[in-house]
């Protein structure tokens, strides 16, 4: 303790110094002003007591903060800083008497600065606290602990501008800057500021949120949210609330007098559109204001029989005619009911299928995630037999794309469309179909599953199917629906999308720590039965750890709201959905089809999103300046395709290839700089160091764009290398950089030429050709296997060989578990699938002699 020796040096010690309690027994000390003093006699056996100890303070800028500590009766007083004790000559003493008791009352003060909280580094904050003596013992005060306060500029959430209609319940979000201490909050109607406690209409909740309990025509207004602490004060920009009236319908008038003195006439009524009368762009009243309806005058006179005869006989035709046409509408509809009970879409009928090709990429160009063909393997021969078509007959006139070889495929026979066979089942022709997107779109738009799906056929496929299965791809988005063998009833055709919406076409509420981890993915139609579960495969970008994350799957009903289905690592076997959450890929078991999402919420600071970093710049540069975008989004297909698409649009390039960079739940924005450039020929004409994302814009997850751009200038136009060093990282968390060293002026390629990255395999796929397995040996397998074995060698064991023993459950509850999981691995391995390497466990398990047969020409 060498900032307590001064002290002592020249004291009289009439006792034992305790080291390491520092407790000191009586002594006396001569010379100039120091933090002891001798007690007298009578108090000499009190431990001191505080009458004042140090509390919390913040340093507002460079202004140092006071602590202050009195105790009684205290012979000596100092002061220790994070486990350091502070020196003498930083104490401010002063001493004085109780008048009441007699007893002497010390008090020391000491100043703290901001660069003495700087310099203690980690998550460690700095505290003091005073030791006060006395002759008896010692006494701790309470830890005082000294923050630097702050409050960042940006808003973690801004509110957003609402129309509303009139009484209707409005929720004005706010999440303020970051901030020590934690900023307060208030909100400003028209700059006037909202008080709950006077107007009962307005509620602010416990995470700042405003809400509008009934909305009120006063209500229209600008909305700002205000954060202030110690430091500062913030305002989010304004959101303009504007409430409207939707315009009703007064009671109708008395119907008029008949417009005919003698026989048929009219007579009319109106009604206005004042009850109330729309405002603010409310809509107007829908219908028609005024009505009318015949009317019979009764004649003062009637002049023969033959005058009666007449009008009994024309209402009599009337009615007979009225009978009539209710007969003719019963019959239509019952007829129409009928047939759409058998076929989902009546247009299949005179249609059939046509495949959507997309050209494959070039070799030697980067493409994500690259697949290799399935390499030859010494087992290739027990997966290659013909299959037994005894019981189905499928006839394809398309251009189908077959995905197998001439071993695998049906024989081709010719038909009537749905063909009753003897067995009860039926023959598909598929024909020719119109082989524009936009005409399918067209055509499911009148129904009303379909009218709340975005027009972009780019995004969609779709195709007709029947018991035998297939698949649907959206190209280079990492999505596909797996329909198995059997789980479209038989006797039935569905016509079936799939789609991915853009995150701005849908409002997914997400609360707190939850962020949107997948793509919003709808398949459809809605309420279609099948019998048993398809398979939809989509990206998803968390870090895959169960223990970080509550996942959920979240599905839009009916009415557009998102209700939770399904929670991970909870599922239960009997419920229509079941989740296999892999590295980069959800697999999605689902009994129902419609709009569904993966949400998660962190559970600590140590969940993270995968992002993806892409940079791009311009293809031609005719200018001294040079721009470079940042591309920082989640780590899904789907929105990388987005980027390029529209980064080809923009005429950019793609200059490096993507890195991917782990985003922890942490509150710490994201950072972007550029170092390195060669100062004789380029300059950043970014006037700060860096750039920064917000922390909630990136884990929201809402903005697909999300990027920032890098504006250079090169000195002169002959200048055309450029290297430099680009860094991107989140603040005390992980980082990537960028290695540029590239031409400007040699590369002029937009993104046309680089971004070959779209599947070559067809966007739907029909019967067999969509599998991997061919049908019969799918049927010997699952015969095989299905039945329990003794020493293990069943589905189970093929489970396990899989790596799949996590979902024995899953399995298990399924009429055929083997083929629950040979559909699973369908889904996996499309387009790497190894049929080799599944001969190869079929053959470890013991179970080969179920697929070495052979088939004669007569039995296929």
Not at 522 to 528: D, F, L, N, R
Not at 828 to 834: E, I, L
Request: charge should be negative.
């Amino acid at each position: 303790m060498p900032s307590l020796l001064g002290p002592f040096v020249r004291c009289g010690f009439s006792a034992t110094l305790l080291v390491l309690g520092l407790v000191f027994a009586g002594f006396t000390c001569t010379g100039s002003e120091h933090a002891t003093a001798t007690l007298p006699a009578s108090f000499s056996d009190l431990l001191p007591h505080f009458l004042v100890e140090p509390e919390d303070e913040f340093i507002v800028k460079n202004k140092p903060v006071t602590l202050t500590c009195r105790s009684t009766p205290a012979t000596q007083i100092y002061f220790k800083c994070n486990g350091e004790w502070v020196h003498q000559d930083d104490h401010l003493i002063e001493r004085t008497v109780d008048p009441a008791t007699a007893l002497p009352i010390m008090q020391v003060q000491i100043d703290i600065t901001r660069q003495q909280v700087e310099k203690i580094f980690g998550l460690d904050e700095y505290w003091c606290q005073c030791v006060a003596w006395s002759t008896t013992g010692t006494q701790k005060s309470q830890k005082a602990y000294i923050r630097i306060a702050y409050l960042r500029k940006n808003f973690e959430e801004e509110p957003q501008g609402k129309e509303v209609a009139l009484d209707q319940e409005v929720l004005l979000r706010c999440h303020p800057p970051e901030g020590v201490p934690q900023a307060e909050v208030e909100w400003q109607r028209n700059e006037d500021v909202i008080n709950p406690a006077s107007d009962p209409n307005f509620f602010i909740t416990a995470d700042y949120n405003l809400v509008i309990k009934k909305a009120r025509l006063a209500d229209t207004g600008n909305y700002t949210c205000v954060a202030k602490n110690i430091v500062a004060r913030r305002k989010s920009t304004c959101a303009t609330v504007l409430v409207y009236v939707n315009g009703g319908w007064s009671t109708w008038t008395t119907w008029s007098s008949c417009s005919a003195v003698c026989g048929r006439g009219w007579q009319k009524r109106s009604r206005s559109c004042t009850n109330p009368t729309p405002l603010n762009g409310g809509t107007s009243c829908e219908g028609q204001n005024v009505q009318k309806s015949a009317c019979v005058a009764t004649c003062p006179a009637v002049s023969g029989a033959e005058d009666v005869a007449l009008y009994v006989g024309m209402v009599a035709v009337a009615l007979c005619l009225t009978l009539l046409l209710i007969v003719v509408v019963l019959v239509y509809r019952r007829k129409k009911e009928d047939l759409d009970s058998d076929v989902a879409d009546s247009s299949i009928l005179t249609t059939g299928f046509q495949p959507m090709g997309i050209k494959p990429s070039k070799p030697g160009v980067w493409a994500p995630r690259p697949r290799r063909p399935p390499p030859h393997s010494k087992n290739s021969h027990l997966l290659t037999i013909q299959p037994d078509l005894t019981t189905t007959t499928t006839s394809y006139q398309g251009t189908l794309r077959a995905r197998h070889d001439g071993t695998g495929k049906f024989s081709m026979t010719n038909g009537p469309l749905l063909d009753p066979l003897p067995n009860g089942s039926h023959t598909l022709h598929n024909g020719k179909l119109n082989s524009d997107p936009a005409d399918f779109v067209s055509r499911l738009s009148t129904q009303s599953y379909f009218k709340t799906l975005p027009r972009d056929v780019a995004n969609t496929s779709y195709g007709t199917f029947n018991f035998l299965g297939g698949r649907l791809t959206i190209p280079s988005t990492g999505i596909s629906l797996l329909i198995p063998p059997e789980a479209i009833p038989r006797g039935k055709i569905y016509e079936i999308y799939l789609t991915v919406q853009r995150k701005e076409d849908l409002r997914l509420p997400l609360a707190g720590c939850q962020t949107l981890l997948s793509p919003v993915v709808s398949c459809g139609p809605p309420g279609v039965v099948l019998s048993r579960p398809v398979i939809l495969s989509m990206d998803h970008c968390s870090d895959a750890c169960l223990d970080n994350w509550a996942v959920r799957l979240k599905k839009q009903n009916y009415e557009g709201t998102w209700e939770d289905v399904l929670l991970m690592g909870e599922e239960l076997v009997s419920e229509p959905y079941y989740c296999q959450l892999e590295a980069e890929t959800c697999r999605l078991f689902s009994e129902q089809l419609g709009t569904l999402a993966l949400v998660g919420e962190s559970l600590h600071m140590g969940a993270a999103k995968r992002l993806r970093l892409v940079l791009f710049s311009d293809a031609y540069c005719s200018t001294l300046e040079y721009n470079i975008r940042v591309y920082c989004m989640d780590d899904t297909q789907d929105i990388f395709k987005e980027v390029m698409q529209m980064e080809r649009q923009l005429g950019g390039r793609l200059i490096d290839e993507p890195h991917v960079l782990l985003f922890k739940d942490s509150y710490h924005n994201l950072r972007l700089s550029i170092h390195d450039m060669p100062q004789a020929h380029w300059r950043s004409k970014l006037l700060a160091g860096y750039q920064e994302i917000p922390f909630y814009h990136i884990w929201n997850g809402s903005q697909r764009y999300l990027h920032c751009t890098f504006t250079l200038e090169r000195l002169s136009l002959s200048t055309c290398e450029l290297t430099c060093q680009l860094c991107v990282w989140q603040v005390e968390g992980e980082g990537q950089s960028f290695s540029l060293d590239f031409n400007i002026a040699k590369d002029t390629r937009a993104v046309d030429s680089e971004f070959l990255l779209m599947d070559s395999n067809a966007t739907a796929l029909a019967g067999p050709s969509a599998f991997q397995i061919p049908y019969l040996i799918r049927q010997k397998i699952c015969s095989s296997l299905d039945a329990p074995c003794p020493n293990g060698a069943d589905w189970r064991m093929l489970a396990q060989r899989l790596k799949l023993e996590r979902h024995m459950s899953f399995f298990a509850s399924k009429a055929s578990p083997t083929s629950v999981i040979l559909d699973l691995w369908e889904a996996q391995h499309f387009h790497t699938g190894n049929i080799n390497q599944l001969a190869t466990v079929m053959a470890d398990i013991g179970k080969q002699e179920a697929m070495i047969f052979l088939v004669s020409d007569g039995e296929c």
